[in-house]
C-alpha cells in the first residue's frame, strides 16, 4: 500500500521537486555486510510518459554522521508504470544506515 510503505521511508527515501506523488517504494532489501548494501524498488505511478530522474545514495556511521560522499547522482529513465530496482552499496565499513535522495533529472 502507498501510504503506509512511503509514510514510514521517508527518513531513508527523500523523493524531492514532488516527486513522492510519483513514486512509489516498495521491497526495500538491506545487507548490513560489509559492505553495506541497499536495493529499493521504485515504481513510477505516472501512466502516460517516462520520468526523467536523478538518484543518490548516502551512508551514514552509527552516529547517523555521513560518511564521505562518494556517491554522485545517477540518470534514470522510469518507465510509465514500470518499476525497477535502484541499489547502492557503501564503501566505507562503518557504514550502518542509508538514505537514497531522487530528484527530477538537472
Known amino acids: 500500500v502507498k501510504s503506509?510503505?512511503?509514510e514510514t521511508l521517508l527518513k531513508e527515501i527523500v523523493p524531492l521537486d514532488g516527486l513522492d506523488s510519483l513514486?512509489?517504494?516498495?521491497?526495500?532489501?538491506t545487507l548490513?555486510?560489509?559492505p553495506f548494501q541497499v536495493e529499493v524498488s521504485v515504481k513510477s505511478l505516472n501512466?502516460?510518459?517516462?520520468?526523467?530522474?536523478?538518484?543518490?545514495?548516502?551512508?551514514?556511521?552509527?552516529?547517523?554522521?555521513?560518511l564521505k560522499p562518494l556517491n554522485n547522482w545517477h540518470f534514470l529513465?522510469?518507465?510509465?508504470?514500470?518499476?525497477?530496482?535502484?541499489?547502492?552499496?557503501a564503501i566505507s565499513e562503518?557504514?550502518?544506515s542509508w538514505r537514497l535522495i531522487i530528484r527530477e533529472a538537472k
Not at 513514486?23 to 532489501?29: A, E, P
Not at 520520468?51 to 554522521?65: H, I, P, V
Open 23 to 29: 513514486l512509489l517504494f516498495d521491497n526495500i532489501v
Open 77 to 89: 529513465s522510469l518507465p510509465a508504470a514500470i518499476d525497477i530496482n535502484l541499489s547502492g552499496v
Open 32 to 34: 548490513v555486510g560489509p
Open 47 to 66: 501512466k502516460k510518459r517516462p520520468l526523467s530522474l536523478q538518484y543518490k545514495f548516502e551512508f551514514y556511521d552509527k552516529y547517523r554522521r555521513e
Open 4 to 6: 503506509n510503505l512511503n
Open 94 to 96: 562503518q557504514a550502518k
